[in-house]
């Protein structure tokens, strides 16, 4: 079975400094995507980057970036010039994409602060 | 254009009460997802539609959860009699299709079991 790990359950950064999120996973499968998602005390959740595991070029968007380390199956968020409005908890989450499943597995959060 | 929407926003009831969980999914999409989320941890799913099929309720406990999807378009979540151990935030969550690379999340909604 697959299986998701966030080992940081909480990060501190200061405003326009950069962090680094870390995310592990498991699996045999060799078709699936990994997530990021962010969510904001208000608890709706959004997309902030994906990675499709066949693609080896890095996903970026904007001020997040990832490193798919697809051998050591980590999946780490890097968020550059940090902004308050980053403070949220932060899913990684895996989705095989093997049989049609496209079962999403979630990773247990990392709560970042963000110090003005 | 909306987003998903859930109803009610927070729910209190005694254990062995009813309740039930409203979603309305983005205008289009086909699947729909059930999680649930307990404190402290990530959503776990629950159940997925595609339009009104079940496709994926092997996470769903068949015992007191049930849930239905008419039309293909808004969907209900019922839990029969309600447990202590079923607190938890309940999210809604849609897609275009299955393998499309976004879901689009509701606020959810609280459940405390008393």
């Known amino acids: 079975a697959q299986t998701v790990t966030q080992s940081q359950p909480e990060m501190s950064v200061q405003e326009a400094e950069t962090v680094t999120l870390s995310c592990t996973y498991d699996?045999?499968?060799?078709?699936?995507?990994l997530f990021w998602y962010k969510q904001p005390p208000s608890r709706q959740m959004i997309l902030v980057i994906r990675?499709?595991?066949?693609?080896?070029q890095n996903a970026t968007e904007n001020r997040f970036s990832v490193n798919f380390q697809k051998a050591a199956k980590s999946f780490s968020l890097k968020i550059s010039d940090s902004q308050l409005g980053d403070a949220a908890m932060y899913f990684c989450?895996?989705?095989?994409?093997?049989?049609?499943?496209?079962?999403?597995?979630f990773g247990t959060g990392t709560r970042l602060k963000v110090l003005a | 254009e909306a987003g998903v929407v859930q109803s009610p926003r927070y729910k209190i009831i005694e254990k062995k009460q009813p309740v039930a969980f409203w979603c309305n999914p983005i205008?289009?999409?086909?699947?729909l997802y059930w999680y649930r989320q307990n404190l402290g941890q990530g959503p776990e799913l629950l159940i997925r539609?595609?339009?009104?099929?079940?496709?994926?309720d092997s996470q769903l406990p068949k015992d007191r959860f049930s849930a239905e999807r008419l039309k293909g378009v808004d969907s209900t979540l019922k839990i029969q009699p309600a447990e202590l151990g079923d607190s938890a935030v309940y999210l809604c969550?849609?897609?275009?299709?299955?393998?499309?690379?976004?879901?689009?999340f509701g606020p959810g909604t609280r459940l405390t079991v008393l």
């Open positions: 989450a895996y989705r095989s994409d093997s049989s049609g499943t496209y079962k999403y597995i």
């Open positions: 990675q499709e595991a066949y693609k080896q």
């Open positions: 699996t045999s499968e060799s078709d699936y995507y």
């Open positions: 969550a849609s897609s275009l299709e299955a393998r499309d690379n976004e879901q689009f």
């Open positions: 539609y595609e339009n009104e099929e079940a496709v994926d």
């Open positions: 205008s289009g999409h086909n699947t």
